[in-house]
């Protein structure tokens, strides 16, 4: 009767020389030295093999449980303790959190074994790169406008480094705008917004990340402009949406184009010897036309996917960052550590107790309003220091405003942390730095920057 015999390396040599000792071509001591054993254990060998042939040379523990394995009660233990507190853990992280927190010993290469066999973890050779699959162009120009911001060293050592806001179509690949800014912010985005929509009007859809800029994590389910951003507040009111992409990859089209710009356009703001963010946005339709030239697309459909602004839409009004504020009885209201004093007008003292709309703009206007009215005002910012003329005879008087003096010497003046960040706002009244860390830099091989 036929059977299968499955033998190692090891045991297929040791059969061989057997098979030469009962041959006559090999003795048993000449055995014994080839495979390092003694003479005794040769002969055993020997019996072995006389007795159940090649199958008596097989180690008799292959395919059996090893006598040292943990029991399937202790198994089963440790996998329903990673299934409720680990789950996401690694291996070895399991096994760390097992020994530290439930005083249970198991080795990580066992504990890997156990969670791959039932399913909690996958090997890495099992684990498949994820497929993003080719997406088609859009059909018609301005139905998708995909947009990022690129932060790159623009201006290689000539300048800081800066990041450029691309506005690209999906159905065509051009190129509709480019703004330079010193970083990705609500302002710039703002500014360059205003420009594109003024030049051709509104598309259908913007398509973004999901940097801080396009998307917030505290979304209200109940009111849809509750939980926008100031950016998707200001597309709200004009009736334009923005998609927000899940990867990378899902907007290829505008990160492609990114690395085509940090290739060619680098090295024209160099040709040029352009250093400076107004320069560089001063050439940025030259480049653009050309850019469009030779790698535009036509449409599948001519139609232009673009609207005009509809009567009540006020672009202006839009393309700035508004917050909500509750003017006091004294018409006064804060903003930024800013106190707003509204002229005692009919129209302001009939709104005191009321809510009002702080509008700050990316060039610097701040207007209060309400209903579309704007209300006079004058300011007194809480965080200029106190400039005393004369010591007044009153020595208390004088000693507190002693007091007051030191204490605004020593504390440190800085607009609120939720307040907006004023990188990419111009000539706005808010003189002390805001919150944010003062922007710094130094040329790409850490050397100061060259100036005339």
């Known amino acids: 009767m036929s059977c299968l015999i499955t033998m190692s390396q090891k045991e297929l040599h040791r059969l061989e020389l057997i098979q030469w000792i009962r041959g006559g071509s090999l003795t048993v001591v000449e055995a014994a030295a080839l495979l390092r054993l003694s003479r005794s254990q040769v002969h055993r060998l020997l019996q072995a093999y006389d007795l159940d042939g090649a199958d ?22 440790v996998l329903d303790l990673v299934r409720e507190h680990y789950a996401d853990f690694g291996p070895t992280l399991a096994a760390e959190k097992l020994l530290e927190r439930h005083r249970i010993a198991v080795s990580k290469e066992t504990l890997r074994q156990w969670m791959m066999e039932a399913g909690i973890w996958m090997s890495r050779r ?7 699959q ?13 947009i990022d911001g690129s932060l790159h060293w623009w201006f290689e050592n000539r300048g800081p480094k800066c990041a450029l806001l691309v506005y690209i179509d999906d159905a065509t690949g051009k190129l509709l705008h480019l703004r330079f800014a010193g970083s990705e912010n609500t302002f710039d985005y703002l500014h360059a917004t205003k420009a594109y929509l003024q030049q051709w009007g509104k598309p259908i ?6 940097h801080g800029i396009f998307r917030t994590t505290h979304a209200s389910k109940k009111d ?10 200001a597309l709200y009111e004009l009736n334009i949406d923005i998609i927000c992409a899940n990867t990378p990859q ?3 089209r505008v990160e492609r184009a990114n690395q085509t710009l940090q290739d060619r ?3 024209e703001l160099r040709l040029r010897g352009i250093d400076s963010i107004a320069a560089a946005n001063a050439y940025a339709p030259e480049f653009m036309a050309d850019f469009n030239r030779r790698f535009g697309k036509a449409p599948r459909n001519p139609k232009d996917m673009h609207r005009p602004f509809a009567a009540h839409e006020n672009l202006d009004g839009a393309m700035c960052r508004k917050e909500v504020r509750k003017l006091s009885q004294s018409l006064t209201l804060r903003y930024d550590k800013v106190m707003f004093i509204l002229d005692p007008t009919d129209l302001a003292t009939a709104l005191a107790g009321k809510k009002v709309i702080v509008c700050d703009y990316p060039d610097g206007r701040l207007e209060v309003i309400h209903e579309e009215t704007s209300l006079p005002y004058r300011t007194f910012d809480t965080l200029r220091s106190v ?23 020593g504390r440190e003046q800085q607009r609120s942390k939720g307040g907006p960040r004023r990188t990419g706002q111009t000539d706005h009244m808010f003189g002390i730095r805001d919150g944010s860390p003062g922007i710094r830099w130094s040329s790409r091989d850490g050397s100061k920057p060259l100036r005339n």
Do not use: W
């Not at 008596?56 to 233990?77: T, W």
């Not at 849809?224 to 507040?233: A, P, Y």
């Open 56 to 77: 008596g040379l097989a180690s008799k523990k292959r395919g059996r449980p090893s006598n040292r394995r943990h029991s399937e009660d202790f198994r089963n233990l």
């Open 265 to 267: 356009l680098v090295k």
């Open 387 to 409: 400039h005393r003329s004369e010591v007044v005879e009153n020595k208390r008087l004088d000693d507190m405003l002693s007091i007051v003096a030191e204490m605004q010497a």
């Open 224 to 233: 849809r402009t509750n939980g926008l951003t100031q950016f998707g507040r």
């Open 250 to 252: 899902a907007k290829g």
């Open 205 to 210: 859809a913007f398509y973004s990340d999901k």
């Open 134 to 146: 080719p997406r088609g162009r859009r059909d018609c120009f301005g139905e998708l406008v995909q």
């Open 126 to 132: 099992e684990r498949k790169k994820r497929v993003f």
